[in-house]
């Protein structure tokens, strides 16, 4: 029987992508050899990395005073570009504290500019067990800051914001794990930046969007590879960009533009939430800890009420073909990550499961 994998992270492709990836694994484009061991710089290989941007470019609608890099280091990899690219010696950066990831981009920003440059504002309010987020009106912040730093999606603790920030300074988002799950607005941004390993392709990617007049900021010292004004001015060929994940995100654009786009993919992603949520919430078994207008549409985490049947879960999840539904061990419980390429099928059957599970296991 099938495997639904729900995994946060390096997360399922579509199956169509690698399907035609396997086909093409030792010959591609006729060359007679798979495409990780050609040039970058040969013709077919540029081919490939330009239509991809030209993909990419048209599904987020991406204006034309923005730069696409695809760069090396994930998601990480960012956290500290970003601060050597934008922050100089007396510059300053706010970060939103909204979770994990964004909590550890303040960690990094603040390791390389210095306590002084970070500014941070915890926008995380509890009431019992439920996360809401809370953001203040930031212009009433009198500061002067070169970027705005925020994580719309939580991977970790399954938190999203789905309102685009109204903020004086240029927004830097960290959209690791719901870049193209929506649509959005990128001439609201500054610079938007994903590791590939979920919504993208395989890890050791990460795709950086970038306003061109943020380009001008003063610099920290900082190694080249990651030098976005390098990256841009070389086509993201400063030096040897990992081209096979290049070659598979490329294919998922296709694959998406195929889906009919991010609109069409949206209209899937809200559906697949919508199930998993409602049936959470209509069964005393499991609950939710996020408020609802802040669960998350791609990691759906929840808990079973009794935990001491956690470790059954998981096991019959296994057994039954969902897998990797253990939450972070950060914060426990379960998780199911439904990115893009997750059918709907996969959110039904799942919760089938958990309606059975929860009817066999009811005290
Ligand atoms: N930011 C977010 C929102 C993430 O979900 C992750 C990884 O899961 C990261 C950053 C870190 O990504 P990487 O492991 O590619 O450095």
Redesign the pocket.
């Known amino acids: 029987s099938a495997t639904y994998n729900f995994c946060?992270?390096p997360a399922m492709l579509p199956q169509a992508v690698m399907e035609k990836a396997q086909s093409e694994l030792l010959d591609w484009n006729g060359l007679g050899t798979s495409v990780m061991e050609i040039s970058h710089r040969s013709k077919e290989f540029i081919a490939l990395t330009e239509q991809a941007e030209i993909d990419l470019r048209e599904l987020m609608s991406i204006p034309s005073n923005y730069h696409v890099l695809f760069m090396h280091g994930?998601?990480?990899?960012q956290f500290s570009a970003v601060v050597n690219n934008f922050l100089g010696n007396n510059g300053k950066a706010l970060y939103l504290v909204d979770g994990s990831?964004s909590s550890a981009a303040v960690d990094e920003a603040k390791k390389l500019a210095g306590e002084t440059q970070i500014d941070t504002l915890n926008i995380i309010e509890k009431n019992g067990a439920t996360s809401r987020v809370s953001i203040p009106n930031l212009k009433e912040l009198d500061q002067d800051y070169r970027y705005l730093h925020y994580?719309p999606?939580?991977?970790v603790d399954g938190i999203e914001i789905f309102d685009e920030l109204d903020s004086p300074w240029p927004i830097v988002a960290?959209m690791?794990?719901n870049i193209m799950s929506r649509e959005i607005d990128v001439s609201r941004y500054g610079l938007i930046y994903a590791?590939a390993?979920k919504n993208i392709g395989p890890?050791g990617l990460?795709i950086v969007i970038v306003k061109d007049e943020l380009l001008q900021l003063p610099q920290l010292p900082q190694s080249s590879i990651m030098d976005y004004r390098l990256g841009v001015k070389h086509g993201s060929m400063y030096n040897t960009p990992p081209t096979f994940a290049w070659y598979l995100a490329a294919e998922v654009f296709r694959w998406l533009k195929a889906s009919g786009g991010v609109a069409e993919v949206q209209k899937t992603n809200e559906r697949k939430a919508d199930t998993l949520y409602q049936f959470i919430d209509s069964c005393d078994f499991y609950e939710n800890r996020v408020a609802f207008e802040n669960r998350s549409m791609m990691n759906v985490t929840f808990y079973l009420k009794d935990e001491a049947l956690n470790d059954e879960f998981i096991k019959l999840a296994k057994a039954a073909g969902f897998v990797a539904l253990k939450g972070h061990r950060s914060v426990g419980g379960m998780r199911a990550s439904i990115y893009n390429a997750m059918p709907l099928e996969g959110v039904e059957k799942l919760v089938e499961f958990m309606a059975d599970f929860a009817d066999k296991n009811k005290a």
């Open positions: 946060a992270g994930g998601g990480r990899g990831w994580c999606n939580e991977t960290d690791s794990s590791g390993q890890s990460s």
